[in-house]
């Protein structure tokens, strides 16, 4: 069995919200590794041509809002649906998570908080103060987190995430890639964990 998931998001995703959870328990599940890969979607959806959600289709929009209020019921997990800060700027966010992998600290923990912060908090994770307190809640040093976030070592990790990303296909948030097989999306989950079985 190959032992490592590349999961590839976005923190402020509502599908990469709904998905993490998930995926983590399928980790300890079958004593998986996750290489927990924060990318740039913004400039992964301009290479690619994917509209953001406010320029889509309007019937799209729509369906859209249906499918996160069935999926938040269906995993009983809060949405507010149309948070106060979306779109938000995730960079800062995603440098965190890379700092917590370098510090050989879990991801989970602070990806998710990043990520319930916008779906159920409504909180800014551009904010400095909000920065701050979601890494004192998960243990890393706040001090000095934003200039370690926007040093040119960060910087460089993101840029690679995001490089491999594209490299790799990845069109969107959530993307896992398992034994050379992608895996696009929350409901793709289950497809992913019978890959996992079979190999």
Known sequence: ????IDYY?????PWAYFATPRIKKIQEKYNLKINWKPCNLAK?????????VKDRPLPVQINRLNELKRWSDFLNMPNSIKPKYFPVDPTISHKIIIIAQNKNMDPFDIT???MKSVWADEKDITDD?????????????SDSILDEA????????????TEEALKNNVWGSP?????????????????????????
């Open 175 to 199: 993307t896992f890639i398992y034994n050379n097989e992608l895996f696009w999306g929350q409901d793709r989950i289950e497809f992913l964990e019978r890959a996992i079985q079979n190999s």
């Open 150 to 161: 926007n040093s040119s070592e960060i910087n460089n990790q993101y840029l690679k995430n």
């Open 112 to 114: 998710f908080t990043f």
């Open 129 to 141: 103060e909000t920065i701050k307190n979601i890494c004192k809640q998960n243990n890393i040093s």
């Open 44 to 52: 992964i959806f301009s290479i690619n041509g994917t509209l953001n």
């Open 1 to 4: 069995m190959t032992n490592i």
């Open 9 to 13: 998001f976005a923190t402020p995703s």
